[in-house]
């Protein structure tokens, strides 16, 4: 099992404070996480950073932890310079490096991106293949539907090879489909629950067996909050949940893991016992504390 927390990035205009953001980070690092992980929200009433620069931020503060977004929506994102930044980000970090990518469904906001949302899919697949092939061909000749290059480069490719780890998030089956036939592995979001994961997962094993693929690893993050006071622990986050997502959402706080620390330790348990090979802990209030008890208390308690 490996354990993750997220980077802070939900900060009001004026509240970013550079020394606390480089000693969580490196408070992380000695705790032991295996890897800090952003998402991506780049319009709504949610005061979030931007995740690419959030890991390039984070890439400078640590060493050792690996770094993810999990996920972008890649669909909105011009391939080229998609490409260009996370090499880039894989190559100032010494190749720590993790991609989570997913379509963003058909309700994003595409015309704020230049783009019509007819062939969205068709967009998401195709800006994955161009990725790939300029990580990983000395030169790219590519005639798409969406994106034409003739012999074009692009150097630095990324350090790792033959590119950094994709993550591919979603929850439909052809989305699951996508994930084993394009990434190197499979992400479950913080707003689906344990028993909607524990679906996704198994459907993930079956087709991963189908395409022979006998390593096809798991991850999903965890919204959590602990307290000694249960219900004061759930209405927090809650309140944060509602600070992510617009409003309250009753399936996703249904999916956050909230209360005491024996009821969170059961919680993290059953989203382990549903397949996760990561767990991506987001606290979403005072990140810092969490993140100790975390490692302090939950994750210990997981082993026993």
């Known amino acids: 099992m490996r354990f993750a927390i997220s980077i802070p990035q939900f900060y009001l205009d004026g509240e970013f404070d550079p020394g606390a953001f480089r000693a969580y980070l490196a408070r992380a690092e000695d705790l032991g996480y295996h890897s800090v992980w952003a998402q991506e929200s780049p319009l709504g009433t949610g005061a979030v950073l931007s995740p690419m620069e959030a890991m390039t931020y ?9 770094l993810g977004t999990t996920v972008f929506v890649s669909t909105l994102h011009q391939p080229v310079h998609f490409a ?3 090499a880039t980000i894989d190559q100032m970090s010494g190749g720590r490096l993790e991609v989570g990518v997913g379509s963003g ?3 994003r906001p ?15 697949t195709e800006g994955i293949d161009l990725v790939k092939a300029l ?15 003739e012999d074009a480069a692009m150097e630095p490719k990324p350090l790792q090879k033959p590119h950094p780890p994709l993550w591919f998030g979603g929850s439909s089956e052809s989305a699951l489909r ?11 979001a913080g707003s689906s629950t344990t028993a909607a994961f524990r679906e996704q997962v198994a459907f993930v094993a079956e087709e991963a067996a189908k395409a022979g693929r006998t390593e096809f690893p798991v991850a999903k993050r965890v919204y959590i909050d602990i307290d000694d006071d249960a219900e004061r622990a759930r209405e927090r986050i809650n ?3 509602a600070r992510v997502y617009g409003r309250r959402i009753a399936r996703i706080e249904a999916a956050a893991v ?26 979403l209030g005072d990140p810092a504390p969490l993140a100790e008890r975390i490692a302090a208390e939950v994750i210990p308690a997981l082993s026993v």
């Open 58 to 66: 984070a890439a400078a503060c640590t060493t050792r932890l690996r």
């Open 84 to 86: 260009k930044a996370l």
């Open 105 to 107: 469904g058909p309700n």
């Open 110 to 124: 595409f015309a704020a991106f230049g783009m019509d949302k007819a062939r969205y899919l068709a967009r998401f």
């Open 135 to 149: 990580w990983t061909r000395p030169s790219v000749t590519f005639d798409g539907e969406f994106w034409q290059l």
């Open 178 to 188: 996508r994930a084993v036939r394009l990434g190197d592995g499979f992400f479950g």
């Open 239 to 241: 309140a944060g949940l």
């Open 258 to 283: 909230a209360g005491t620390l024996d009821e969170c330790v059961a919680g993290v348990r059953e989203v382990i016992d549903a397949g996760a090979d990561l767990v991506l802990f987001t606290p």
